[in-house]
């Protein structure tokens, strides 16, 4: 075999490394807007990941010995794999329309074996099918074998860095889709068109039929669901959407949402500038800060729309906020009228808090993402993180799930255990409603704090007399069965797992029932 021919079959190698972790990571956020990001999704990827490449490596070793020195065998294989990548877009909507009533794991799994592990499969019968090309003799077998997989995988390395850092921060996940799965398919296309094969032009068409269904835009949505912004990232789909609040509000209004992954981050009405929610359990945690005298200092951890740093400031607190994704500052900048001149710090929250030099005297768990909760900030070594920049009257506000009962509430009455062994003080504050619609704020500082001079006020909601009414009896938090959640054994997300599932399923639901064609 030539050398310019070696070169040829380690680049479609180093091509098709590349197209894997495309592929994989893809298939994850696509995921995002139906299922979360949950670790069970998350496990899912990358199981099915295994499971396409194990099929693909099995399949493509049967065929390399059936059909051995068959270039044509390699160039139909890496075309098949580009074509059911550019088409991963197109057929993962259609696919998860159908299966989103499922649960969240068998949701993910099924979706994922439909759309997803096809054109891993075929990925995965390239590296055999190449080494078997290269392999003129037995003693050089282990060599290419080598070479093969170092070059695909470091294919795969570079891929992953250019799709996490910049690829589907700046450009989606459909675009990168078609691009990928083009640039895995033109140059067996050229290979077999120089060889006068006549089955490339059909090939062609059908690749390009499928990239234009995959970039073509999909009218989903009822005219009332008027989306604003829309992008993904390595975090997930980010929307603006101005939509009616229905089951919210009695009278329908418009409001203005911030919708991660499916999921209504925030809600705000589009009078007054956009600078009061819609929630009423929106108002709850600035009654509760609201003990703190003026000039006070918030760290406040994941920003939304911004709607709480506005309470804060009306407040006149000095606030700083941390926020992982660049893009949910931009958005509340740009769509929900933020003050451009509020601190808006750019990390993850953990590595704010160890290594920061500021004390503050409310520090503020905001950190929802989708129907996720960071757990690397919820340990006890976490919280004795955060007590070093606390001041000592200072106090720790969560924003968690309402249900506190049963195996959906060990989550709740795990991290008040945690708060617990970690020297705080807790009291627990239930928003209105049940424990399926409700949040829990959880208030803990180094000694009890008095909330009977709590007051807050907003448009179109009463002032809340005596927010005692609303705390919850200590009683209810039987912390028997309960988990002191540690770095070393950080198990919220398990916990969490059917509190979170509760939610998406109903946030699903809502959106299917009311902004979604028939």
Known sequence: MHTIDKRYLFLLSFLEGGAVMACELIGAKLLAPFFGTSLYVWAAALALTLGGLTLGYFIGGKLSKKYVGSKALLYWVLIAAGLLLVLMPFSSELIMNRTI?????????????????????????????????????????????????????????????????????????????????????????????????????ASILIIGISAFLSLSPKERYVE????????????????????????????????????????????VGLENEMQYSIWSWAHYFPTAASIFPKKSKVLLLGLGG?????????????????????????????????????????????????????????????????EAVPEHLITVEGFDDTKKILNPDGMIMINFYGFIKGERGKAARSVYKTLSDAGFTTEVLATPGVESTRNLI?????????????????????????????????????????????????????????????????????????????
């Not at 009332?224 to 990232?233: H, N, R, V």
């Not at 919210?248 to 809600?267: A, E, K, W």
């Not at 808090?353 to 503050?360: E, N």
């Not at 950080?490 to 028939?518: C, G, I, M, R």
């Open 306 to 370: 911004g709607t709480l740093v506005k309470q804060l400031q009306r407040l006149e607190f000095e606030t700083d906020v941390v926020e992982i994704d660049k893009r949910i500052r931009d958005v509340s900048f740009n769509y929900f009228n933020l003050d451009r001149a509020t601190n808006v710090i750019i990390d993850d929250a953990r590595h704010y808090i160890r290594t920061t030099k500021k004390k503050y005297d409310i520090v503020i768990f905001d950190t929802f993402l989708s």
């Open 224 to 267: 009332a669901y008027k989306i604003l912004y829309q992008s993904e990232g390595i975090l997930g789909q980010v929307k603006v959407v101005d939509h009616p609040s229905y089951d919210i509000t009695p009278d329908s209004r418009m409001g203005r949402g911030l919708i991660v992954n499916n999921t209504l981050q925030t809600f």
């Open 101 to 201: 009533n499922m649960s969240l794991e068998g949701g993910a799994i099924c979706s994922l074996a439909i759309f997803m592990l096809p054109p891993l499969m075929f990925m995965g019968m390239v590296s055999p099918i190449i080494i078997n090309l290269l392999t003129q003799e037995v003693a050089s077998a282990g060599n290419n074998a080598g070479n093969v997989y170092a070059i695909s995988t470091l294919g795969g390395i570079l891929m992953t860095f250019l799709m996490g850092f910049y690829i589907i921060p700046n450009f989606g996940l459909t675009v990168p889709a078609v691009i990928t799965g083009i640039a895995l398919a033109i140059l067996p296309i050229l290979s077999l068109l120089y060889s006068k094969n006549k089955k490339v032009v």
């Open 442 to 518: 959880f208030l803990s500082s180094f000694k009890e704090k008095d909330f009977s001079t709590a007051r807050y006020k907003e448009p179109n909601f009463e002032e809340i007399d005596d927010l005692y009414t609303y705390f919850l009896p200590e009683k209810l938090f039987n912390t028997s069965d309960a988990i002191s959640l540690s770095d070393k054994k950080p198990q919220l997300a398990k916990l969490y797992t059917k509190a979170a599932k509760e939610w998406k399923k109903s946030y699903n639901a809502y959106y299917l029932k009311y902004f979604v064609k028939k």
